[in-house]
């Protein structure tokens, strides 16, 4: 979930909406990045090359999308460079925002608070770049904090796929190496008092031995030793 902004609103769709009212009671966090050829999964492009990376980042979008769809939640996609009006983020599905911040951790924590305020009791984020994850899986996020007040989704290379929460914990966005494999343990460290339970670990998708043996991605690329 490592994903940089400028805070650039400047997009083809011209004003977009920036406010919403809750249908539900849980909100489902997407964050994403504009897909943009030379600015997406850019450890895999150096063994693929940024178009198969480019490629490979557009089907995990799409994905994502069609797994958010089938989560019984309010859906907020937080764009990285600029909102898009038309694009697979279906607004009959999604609502769109901006991310806001300097680093990964204060932009998750911005959106995590502005929809507290918003009046949502549950409120989880996860990244787009993971195959393995799906809606039940989401789901089973969403009534753990039913039991807990946190629960975190734990990925392979040692940072996290899925994080929610009933109540802001600021210090869990704070002081992290992002994009290392301290992040897990790290804020697991800063959640060691609160009531946190885990999902089940996963990989996600960030260079090419992750991608290797995934029959729907090698259309995306040729790669020889």
Sequence with gaps: MGILTNNNTNSDQGQVADFYFPSFKSALIIFTRNPELGKCKTRLAKTIGDEGALEIYKHLL???????????ADRYVFYSENIQKKDIWDPEFFKKKLQEGSDLGERMENAFSELFQLGYEKVLIIGSDLL??????????????????????????????????????????????????????????????????????????????????????????????
């Design 62 to 72: 799409v994905h994502t999308a069609e797994t958010a769809k089938k989560v019984a």
């Design 132 to 225: 393995d994850l799906n809606a039940e899986l989401i789901s089973e996020g969403f009534q753990k904090l039913n039991q807990y007040d946190y629960v975190l989704g734990p990925a392979e290379d040692g940072g996290y796929y899925l994080l929610g929460m009933k109540k802001l914990h600021p210090n869990i966005f704070r002081n992290k190496e992002w994009g290392t494999e301290t992040v897990q343990k790290d804020t697991l460290n800063d959640l060691q008092n609160e009531q946190t339970i885990l999902l089940k670990i996963l990989n996600d998708i960030d260079t090419f031995e992750d991608i290797e043996g995934i029959e729907s991605l090698k259309k995306y690329y040729t790669y020889h030793d």
